[in-house]
């Protein structure tokens, strides 16, 4: 069976960076990409990018461009998701997505269990 | 990429149906097909309930159902159950290689 298990809840600085893990396990890890979702407390859903699994290759929403960096280790099934220069409003919970195939375009079948990432001084 | 537009909220009765509304543009919906609904019950990570626009995963009740037509997506629940109850999310995949969601619609079963 497919599982996303997410790295543990955080507290970070304004102006820090901060790397999200999602281990994925019970399915062929370079033949799905892996989207990143977050949700600030109260909020909606917030697409943030893609990771090409296969090619560590990646597309971010134009909002995170500058300062958003997904990556994956093919080695031990794990993506990541890696912002920096971070303000209050980048707390909330972050989550990883499998998509059903190996494009962009295809829908997220499977979600991690999310991490709260908060940024307070 | 402006979010996709959902009602906020929407209600019906034990038994009765409920369509939440999901507007896009030329740029996502009305181009594509890669349309899906997400359920999140509160504090729970979101679960796929309808793909490619009409299409639902196993284990998904025949209640629910989808559509499309032109820029807009719906999603159509019959046989309201208090189950049912929670957030809802729409998204598309759009022409910038990205995807969009919807500010998400609250479900009520009153």
């Known amino acids: 069976q497919v599982h996303l298990v997410q790295s543990g809840a955080e507290v970070q600085k304004p102006g820090a960076s901060v790397k999200v893990s999602c281990k994925a396990s019970g399915y062929t890890f370079t033949g799905h990409y892996i989207h990143w979702v977050r949700q600030a407390p109260g909020q909606g859903l917030e697409w943030m990018g893609w990771t090409n699994t296969n090619s560590n290759t990646a597309h971010y929403a134009q909002n995170f461009q500058d300062r958003v960096t997904m990556t994956r280790d093919s080695s031990i099934s794990t993506a990541y998701m890696q912002l920096s220069r971070l303000t209050s409003d980048d707390t909330a919970v972050y989550y990883c997505a499998r998509a059903f195939g190996g494009n962009a375009y295809y829908y997220f079948d499977y979600w991690g269990q999310g991490t709260l990432i908060t940024v307070s001084s | ?110």
């Open chain 2, 1 to 110: 990429q402006s979010a996709l537009t959902q009602p906020p909220s929407v209600s019906g009765s034990p038994g009765q149906s409920v369509t939440i509304s999901c507007t896009g543009s030329t740029n996502d919906i009305a181009k594509y097909n890669h349309v899906s609904w997400y359920q999140q019950p509160p504090g729970t990570a979101p679960k796929l309930m309808i793909y490619e626009v009409s299409n639902r995963p196993s284990g998904v009740p025949d209640r629910f159902s989808g559509s499309k037509s032109g820029n807009t997506a719906s999603l159509t629940i019959s046989g309201l159950q208090a189950e049912d109850e929670g957030d809802y999310y729409c998204t598309s995949y759009t022409t910038s290689n990205t995807w969009v969601f919807g500010g998400g619609t609250k479900l009520s079963v009153l």
